[in-house]
């Protein structure tokens, strides 16, 4: 059975900042009390969490911010039902050309739809998707699944999920992307292997398609993304599935 996300609070007797530091190379991630904090290429100093850290925050769509809310596992999370999702303009602390991870909790409110989870897109045009499948299996696309087609099964489930994908361009073909669901590894069906380096890309989007359009938007809730410039190794990922900020 799946966790949920855990409450926040404090640790030792000082507050500790998402991820913790044995987990390096943070991108971004996302505060409780901040939103979203881009953090350069380390999160270890005050500096790297002030708000909006080295580049711009994410905003939402004219009228469709994501709701932050309190989840039903005591954490909190943003909740993208109706169409709703974050924009962020791009900046090279999310340019993930030779390793990235991205990795959250996440709840759908139905099963059975497309429900994108994290795109970007150059001009207007595909690369990096992560996206849930009408036929309930997580998918992780580049340039659409021409260059790169690697899905796992998810199921139907509608509680929250941990999940975490990885990508190493320097690995051999076949190893360069991992999904974990619930801290472990995935068996992948590889449709088309992913190449050795991924392009730059333009524009960021976490919970909607990633052309200038709205479609396929996620119908659900996500907690604690966190966004690293490396992939993580299965040690690291159950580290940050297992984080919690507690009193």
């Not at 769509?61 to 943003?78: I, K, N, R, Y």
């Not at 659900?220 to 990922?237: F, Y």
């Amino acid at each position: 059975m799946s966790r949920r996300p855990g409450r926040r609070g404090r640790f030792g007797g000082a507050a500790k900042f998402y991820p913790w530091a044995n987990v390096p190379g943070c991108s971004a991630f996302w505060d409780s009390s901040r939103g979203l904090v881009l953090a350069g290429s380390d999160v270890t100093t005050a500096a790297d969490q002030a708000t909006g850290g080295v580049a711009d925050p994410a905003s939402g769509a004219a009228g469709l911010e994501p709701q932050f809310v309190a989840s039903d596992g005591g954490g909190p999370c943003f909740n993208f039902a109706t169409g709703r999702y974050f924009t962020l303009t791009h900046s090279t602390d999310l340019d993930f050309t030779a390793g990235f991870t991205v990795t959250g909790w996440i709840r759908r409110s139905v099963a059975g739809i497309q429900q994108e989870i994290w795109s970007q897109a150059n001009a207007g045009n595909q690369k990096l998707r992560i996206v849930l499948l009408a036929s309930n299996t997580l998918a992780v696309l580049e340039e659409g699944g021409a260059t790169g087609d690697v899905q796992v099964t998810y199921g139907v489930s509608l509680a929250w999920r941990h999940f975490a994908v990885t990508y190493d361009g320097s690995l051999a073909a076949a190893s360069r992307v991992a999904v974990y669901l619930d801290g472990s590894a995935q068996s992948l069906a590889i449709n088309v292997n992913f190449p050795a380096s991924l392009p730059a890309v333009t524009k960021d989007r976490i919970a909607v398609f990633a052309p200038d359009d709205s479609s396929a938007p996620l119908n659900g809730r996500l907690a604690w993304l966190g966004l690293w410039k490396r992939a993580l190794t299965p040690v690291e990922v159950l580290a940050v599935m297992n984080y919690k900020r507690r009193t």
